[in-house]
């Protein structure tokens, strides 16, 4: 399993041209048949910011934060993370079914196509990073080194996705509901992230089970790197529970990769 498991990181470099190109041709093919094409991609996320925004702080008045932050600012900097998290996950589960026919082509590692999706939505997730950058900058929260650990907080949302596509992906040609399971839990998962309100609206007591969600992890660095003075390691219980949970869904994924392979071409 661990062979089979380092084995894609090996193919990810050899076919390191290919997937680049795959994934910037996946990106455009994405909205091909629309008028505008791609702006789509980056004005779809926009608007849905300026909806919770209004809703949730023009309208509802919720204090979502303590004040020290602006809403606009702690909903940016958590939001744009489910926008990649929840983009990614949908569009690498299916991708197996989508390009059925390189699915059947010996000669294709299909093993790159769900890191292929992630690749095309991150594009789109860097421009909102820049745009969360360009946000804080104004309201006061000047880029700093502790900026710099995006970096590293996108690597961890990058490997945590990878891992849980390769399950979902492995499955999906098999059980086509799992999109709809996996609609049905992006609802609980979205509003059981701290993403419109905060972790501290609720008793401490309750604290422990919303970080056991890895995508707390992720989302409270991205805050920790565009408005606060945090360094990753400052968190060891956390940084430990995210790397091991994620280096296991790893492994699990790989695993189950490897056992419905050679299947794939009966299904679809």
Same mark, same amino acid.
């Given at each position: 399993?661990?062979?089979?498991f380092?084995?894609?990181?090996?193919?990810? @470099?050899?076919?390191r041209?290919?997937?680049?190109?795959?994934?910037?041709?996946d990106?455009? &093919?994405? @909205?091909?048949?629309?008028?505008?094409?791609?702006?789509?991609?980056?004005?779809?996320?926009?608007?849905?910011?300026?909806?919770y925004w %209004?809703? %949730?702080?023009k309208? !509802?008045?919720?204090g979502?934060?303590?004040?020290s932050?602006?809403?606009?600012l702690? $909903?940016?900097?958590g939001i744009?993370?489910?926008? @990649?998290?929840?983009?990614? $996950?949908?569009?690498?589960t299916?991708?197996f079914?989508?390009?059925?026919?390189?699915?059947?082509?010996?000669?294709?590692?299909?093993?790159i196509?769900?890191t292929?999706?992630?690749l095309?939505?991150l594009y789109?997730? !860097?421009f909102?990073?820049?745009? &969360?950058?360009?946000?804080?900058?104004?309201?006061?929260f000047?880029?700093?080194?502790?900026?710099?650990?995006?970096?590293?907080?996108l690597?961890? $949302?990058?490997?945590?996705?990878?891992?849980l596509?390769?399950?979902?992906a492995?499955?999906?040609p098999?059980?086509?509901?799992?999109?709809?399971?996996?609609?049905v839990?992006?609802?609980?998962?979205?509003?059981g992230?701290?993403?419109?309100?905060s972790?501290n609206?609720?008793?401490?007591?309750?604290?422990?089970?919303?970080?056991?969600?890895?995508?707390?992890?992720?989302?409270?660095? @991205?805050?920790d790197?565009?408005?606060?003075?945090?360094?990753?390691?400052?968190?060891?219980? $956390?940084?430990?529970?995210?790397?091991?949970?994620?280096?296991?869904?790893?492994m699990l994924?790989?695993?189950?990769?490897?056992?419905?392979?050679?299947h794939?071409?009966d299904?679809?």
């Amino acid at each position: 399993m661990i062979k089979d498991f380092l084995s894609f990181f090996r193919d990810l @470099y050899k076919n390191r041209k290919l997937l680049f190109k795959f994934s910037v041709n996946d990106f455009k &093919a994405r @909205y091909a048949g629309s008028l505008f094409g791609v702006f789509w991609a980056f004005f779809t996320p926009f608007v849905t910011i300026v909806v919770y925004w %209004f809703v %949730f702080e023009k309208g !509802l008045k919720a204090g979502m934060t303590d004040g020290s932050i602006p809403f606009i600012l702690y $909903l940016v900097t958590g939001i744009i993370v489910w926008f @990649y998290f929840s983009d990614s $996950l949908m569009m690498a589960t299916n991708c197996f079914r989508e390009y059925s026919y390189l699915v059947k082509k010996v000669v294709f590692n299909i093993r790159i196509l769900p890191t292929a999706k992630l690749l095309s939505n991150l594009y789109t997730h !860097l421009f909102f990073i820049a745009i &969360a950058l360009i946000l804080t900058t104004l309201y006061g929260f000047y880029p700093s080194v502790y900026t710099l650990q995006v970096v590293y907080y996108l690597f961890c $949302l990058v490997v945590f996705v990878t891992g849980l596509t390769w399950i979902t992906a492995s499955v999906q040609p098999f059980f086509s509901d799992i999109t709809q399971l996996i609609n049905v839990a992006m609802q609980v998962l979205m509003w059981g992230t701290p993403i419109l309100w905060s972790i501290n609206a609720f008793p401490e007591q309750f604290h422990l089970m919303f970080k056991l969600n890895p995508l707390f992890y992720i989302v409270q660095g @991205y805050r920790d790197s565009f408005l606060g003075h945090t360094w990753f390691w400052e968190h060891p219980e $956390l940084t430990g529970y995210f790397w091991c949970f994620t280096l296991v869904l790893l492994m699990l994924g790989s695993l189950v990769y490897t056992k419905m392979r050679p299947h794939f071409s009966d299904v679809l």
